[in-house]
T-cell receptor
Framework: GDSVTQTKGPVTLSEGTSLTVNCSYE??????LFWYVQYPGEGPQLLFK?????EKGSNRGFEATYDKGTTSFHLQKASVQESDSAVYYC????????????FGEGTKLTVSS | ETAVFQTPNYHVTQVGNEVSFNCKQT?????MYWYKQDSKKLLKIMFS???????VNETVPRRFSPQSSDKAHLNLRIKSVEPEDSAVYLC????????????FGKGTRLTVV
């Protein structure tokens, strides 16, 4: 079945350093890939999505490229801020019309000043 | 304000009791969901409704039952709670059934003692 595997947290970084959260997926379909972010006390919210292979998505300085060859969708940011502290989810959406999003296990990021 | 609203925010109950959680979305979406988030932040879909019709029913114990009166409301009832039901229950909605942004509520935290 479909699955998503991402960097196991927690990840602790200092402000101004770079971030990479690895994400790999498995599916026999042609999915849309998403990154969601969850701040404390909130529900997850969309960071960005990429519907097509070999395209890049970005938002708020975060970016990821949908690599069909390596089945990866790694999240990167060049310089993190304290406000980026949150849980990040790599998510796979299949196209079968079953309305299921498959969430990775989440990566908790803490950024200290 | 348009969003996904859940009540209550928190609920503490004893093993064997019945609980109900409410969810309303004012986004005009056709599809609504219940997700369960455990203490390790793992997110799993439980149910999905499209225009009041159940379209996704994951392997969930029979004591869980969703109820939809119209496409803007999706409630969740748990008949006889167990300790393993302690979690955050997240309601969400989306415009379409698949590969589209899902909007989450803030969640209901259930503690079973």
């Amino acid at each position: 079945g479909d699955s998503v595997t991402q960097t196991k947290g927690p990840v602790t970084l200092s402000e101004g350093t770079s971030l990479t959260v690895n994400c790999s997926y498995e599916t026999k379909q042609y999915p849309t890939l998403f990154w969601y972010v969850q701040y404390p006390g909130e529900g997850p919210q969309l960071l960005f999505k990429v519907p097509k292979a070999n395209e890049k998505g970005s938002n708020r300085g975060f970016e990821a490229t949908y690599d069909k060859g390596t089945t990866s969708f790694h999240l990167q940011k060049a310089s993190v801020q304290e406000s980026d502290s949150a849980v990040y989810y790599c998510v796979l959406g299949n196209q079968g019309g079953s309305a299921k999003l498959i969430f990775g296990e989440g990566t908790k990021l803490t950024v200290s000043s | 304000e348009t969003a996904v609203f859940q009540t209550p925010n928190y609920h503490v109950t004893q093993v064997g009791n019945e609980v109900s959680f409410n969810c309303k979305q004012t986004l005009g979406h056709d599809t609504m969901y219940w997700y369960k988030q455990d203490s390790k932040k793992l997110l799993k879909i439980m149910f999905s409704y499209n225009n009041k019709q159940l379209i996704v029913n994951e392997t969930v114990p029979r004591r869980f039952s969703p109820q939809s009166s119209d496409k803007a409301h999706l409630n969740l009832r748990i008949k006889s709670v167990e300790p393993e039901d302690s979690a955050v229950y997240l309601c969400a909605s989306s415009l379409r059934r698949a590969n589209t942004e899902v909007f989450f509520g803030k969640g209901t935290r259930l503690t079973v003692v």
